[in-house]
């Protein structure tokens, strides 16, 4: 009897080896960092070749968009544009640094390692800003609604992943009570 070769088979294969390459690569970055993660460690630890992460990846660019892309399909960022329904601004300011926190918490130790990481490593730092810069314009601008121009550098403070590890990583803050002390300090700016 002759077999039938079918693409549907090897097309479900290879987005399975894609999915361990980008998986692979994802936990390295929030183990070592981006910076530190190579093609060989990333081939390693998705049991290939270093051929065949180059066959899907074909550079670190595309690597790097699909690790962040399952960051967001996993995990998506918190709907900034949902917040411009809370009219009252210490609510509005409640509800959108509780659900940014929220992020930075279930995402700490990736987070960590990929804001270290793009001190120093070009690809990172781009990465970062094509997926991250236009989310925290997004909430800066529906959070900043109503403040003053110190409120909103407050704001800006308040925003960062540097702040809320501060706060509640290093300070031993619980979230509330860090969304609580930022909220002061913007209406106190």
Request: net charge positive; charged share 25%.
């Amino acid at each position: 009897m002759k077999r039938t070769y079918t693409l549907k088979r090897r097309a479900e294969q290879q987005a399975e080896t894609r999915q361990r390459i980008v998986q692979a690569a994802f936990e390295l970055h929030g183990s070592v960092g981006p910076g530190l993660t190579t093609v060989s460690m990333v081939a390693e630890r998705a049991g290939v070749q270093r051929h065949t992460v180059y066959a899907h990846f074909p550079d670190d660019r595309s690597l790097y968009m699909a690790c962040s892309g399952l960051l967001a399909e996993r995990d998506p960022l918190p709907d900034a544009e949902a917040w411009w329904g809370i009219e009252d601004r210490s609510e509005r300011l409640r509800v959108g640094l509780s659900a940014l926190y929220g992020w930075y918490e279930r995402n700490a130790v990736l987070l960590a390692c990929v804001m270290r990481d793009a001190e120093y490593h070009q690809l990172t730092r781009e990465i970062s800003e094509v997926r991250f810069a236009p989310y925290m314009a997004a909430c800066h601008k529906v959070l900043s609604a109503e403040l003053s121009a110190k409120q909103r550098a407050m704001l800006g403070l308040a925003l960062s992943f540097f702040t809320w590890r501060t706060l509640v990583r290093e300070g031993g803050l619980k979230q509330v009570a860090a969304v609580s002390a930022m909220i002061r300090a913007i209406d106190g700016a």
